[in-house]
């Protein structure tokens, strides 16, 4: 049994990917009382009987000719997962997984676990909790290149025997799916649109406040992010007690209702591009010059024109776009924050780069009021009703859990900004106070009321922001060498776009039908399978990756939908979507060598 246990740990310890919980004693607690009387092994485990066998589910096998990621649920049965595996293609991502640890344990020291040294293989064996925390990890590699060709095959004793944990696992990896999508989904003129922006406000970078000397400059002195929801009328007049006794950091939606009642904001933070956030909340507006404005380079211009106060301008971490923009500026420090979806996502950031804890939300509602038409605190522009019924008119709603248990109405995207606060939560391990008194549940935050929130961390008075402001120096650029820097970039970006332009002609003119003969359509595809050269090329580039990642991960998603085998009507449907990839790269291109030129003559 030890020389077993010994080889299976090996295996598992050789590749960091798997994601290997340790239970707790009384989960791995087990009798093992022989055999049923069809010879199977029988489990007792905390008084539960589990029948193990193994019966593989031909209604539901991998289909060979496509490139698929099967989530497998169970370790157990073993004989299935090796059947599994030689039945897939040889391209396809096996994730197994398995929430039961006296079965993981059982198997541990019982089954030869070989089969899992094999390419494309990742073992989850860990409490469900932790499964969000590993996919959005494991979804961050090349899998998010498979999200439309997901299977899912359940071991004989989970589609027999444990029902309930096959269906909150296939609803976490469904959630998680949903989640990345979102996260990947903006579309190419999205993108260009964010750049255009990211060009035009690129002057003002030199004025920001450098962002790596404001790493834990507010170290463990408590915040509080203000947010719009509708929960926020309950206790936003508690504020004006806690000024100077925390970091006041507000989404731009509430600005101004803040100002209003006499609670001035230390910082104010905004995320959307559009025309829309410039009108509703800065347009017209004078705001205290002890408000520094928190924004990435992606907002509307006019913003940054028309404010009067100090600015901090932060990267996104992890964001192509930024990578190489920070890459070609000669940026070598940490300049990022965690920026995420959202304005109460910046303000969140800012709280955690600046070291404030404990992290203390209110109006952080991510659902519905007392009913679907109340979705904001008052004092905003979403008192217009006009104006909040036609946003939502077309937004379906789901459940999700409540703040005081039960469940309330959300939106998806709600949904989606929840599970960004979860996971920065968690894998940060940050102390995170959810005082909205409503709303979602926030997994991973300690519920308490503004009031015992504000009891509790926020007695004393806090060292003044501005005067920490004034001491942060700005970030060290120059004016000539960033018009220097972008024109080098005109010339670089101008010869990648005649290479995509060549290969957009060589597929463009295959003539192919599908009474093509076995030699033409052989000599098509090595054509055709040349574009994944390019591929390597937006890859490699982190603005390009940025900008055509959607329309690059959209084609490989229908490219792997593509049964692998060279008939005609395969290779003219992969024909059809690569030519439809190199279209948009093109034009994206053209934009971007356009927009870098105008940039370098502006500077």
Not at 507 to 534: G, P, Q
Request: proline share 3%; aromatic share 10%.
């Amino acid at each position: 049994m030890m020389d077993l246990l010994s080889h299976n740990i090996d295996i598992l310890s050789s590749n960091h990917n798997h994601r290997i919980g340790t239970p707790d004693a009384s989960e791995i607690a087990q009798v093992m009382v022989g055999v049923d009387d069809s010879g199977n092994e029988v489990l007792v485990s905390q008084d539960q009987t589990i029948h193990l066998k193994s019966v593989f589910d031909y209604t539901n096998q991998p289909n060979p000719l496509k490139r698929e990621l099967v989530f497998v649920i169970g370790v157990y049965s073993v004989e299935e997962i090796r059947q599994l595996i030689q039945m897939k293609s040889g391209e396809s991502l096996l994730v197994i997984i398995e929430p039961n640890a006296a079965l993981f344990n059982h198997t541990l020291q019982y089954k030869d676990l070989s089969f899992i040294n094999s390419s494309g293989i990742v073992l989850f064996a860990d409490k469900i909790s932790e499964l969000p925390l590993f996919l959005d990890k494991f979804l961050l590699t090349d899998a998010i290149f498979y999200l439309k060709t997901i299977k899912f095959y359940f071991t004989y004793y989970y589609r027999e025997s444990d029902i309930t944990s096959s269906i909150a696992i296939v609803k976490i990896i469904k959630e998680a799916v949903r989640y990345k999508t979102l996260m990947y989904g903006n579309s190419v003129e999205d993108s260009l649109i964010g750049f255009r922006h990211h060009m035009k406000n690129l002057k003002h970078l030199p004025r920001s406040k450098d962002v790596s000397l404001l790493k834990n400059a507010m170290l463990n002195v408590p915040a509080i992010v203000v947010s719009a929801g509708p929960s926020l009328n309950k206790n936003i007049k508690q504020l004006q007690g806690l000024k100077n006794k925390a970091v006041i950091i507000a989404v731009d939606t509430i600005a101004q209702r803040l100002c209003n009642e006499g609670v001035v904001p230390d910082f104010i933070c905004s995320i959307e591009r559009g025309i829309e956030t410039y009108t509703y909340f800065y347009e017209g507006k004078t705001y205290p010059v002890e408000s520094t404005l928190v924004g990435p380079l992606v907002l509307y211009p006019e913003v940054f024109e028309e404010f009067s106060g100090e600015v901090v301008i932060p990267m996104r971490g992890n964001v192509g776009e930024f990578i190489w923009l920070k890459e070609i500026m000669g940026l070598k420090d940490d300049y990022s924050i965690s920026i995420g979806l959202s304005c109460a996502h910046v303000a969140f950031g800012v709280a955690e780069h600046i070291g404030a804890s404990p992290i203390i939300l209110i109006g952080q509602d991510l659902a519905y009021g007392s009913s679907e038409k109340e979705t904001h605190a008052g004092g905003t522009i979403y008192d217009d009703k006009e104006l909040t019924s036609s946003m939502y008119a077309e937004i379906e709603s789901l459940e999700t859990e409540g703040y005081y248990g039960g469940t309330v109405a959300t939106t998806e995207i709600w949904n989606a900004f929840r599970t960004w606060f979860e996971l920065e939560i968690a894998n940060k391990q940050l102390n995170v106070i959810n005082a909205t008194e409503g709303g979602a549940k926030i997994a991973y935050s300690e519920q308490l009321s503004l009031e015992e929130a504000g009891n509790e961390y926020c007695a004393a008075n806090i060292p003044s922001v501005p005067e920490m402001l004034q001491r942060i120096a700005e970030y060290p650029l120059d004016h000539m060498k960033m018009k220097r820097v972008i024109r080098e970039q005109y010339n670089y970006f101008l010869d990648i776009k005649l290479q995509f332009e060549q290969q957009q002609k060589q597929v463009r003119r295959l003539k192919i039908n599908e009474f093509s003969s076995e030699k033409e359509i052989k000599e098509a595809l090595k054509k055709i399978d040349r574009t994944e050269e390019f591929f390597g090329i937006i890859l490699n580039n982190w603005l390009l990756r940025h900008c055509l990642q959607p329309a690059m991960i959209n084609s490989v998603w229908n490219l792997y939908d593509v049964e692998r085998v060279i008939i005609p009507t395969n290779v003219i449907q992969a024909r059809d979507i690569n030519l439809g990839f190199l279209d948009i790269s093109v034009y994206t291109l053209n934009e971007i060598v356009s927009i870098l030129e105008a940039t370098a003559e502006a500077l």
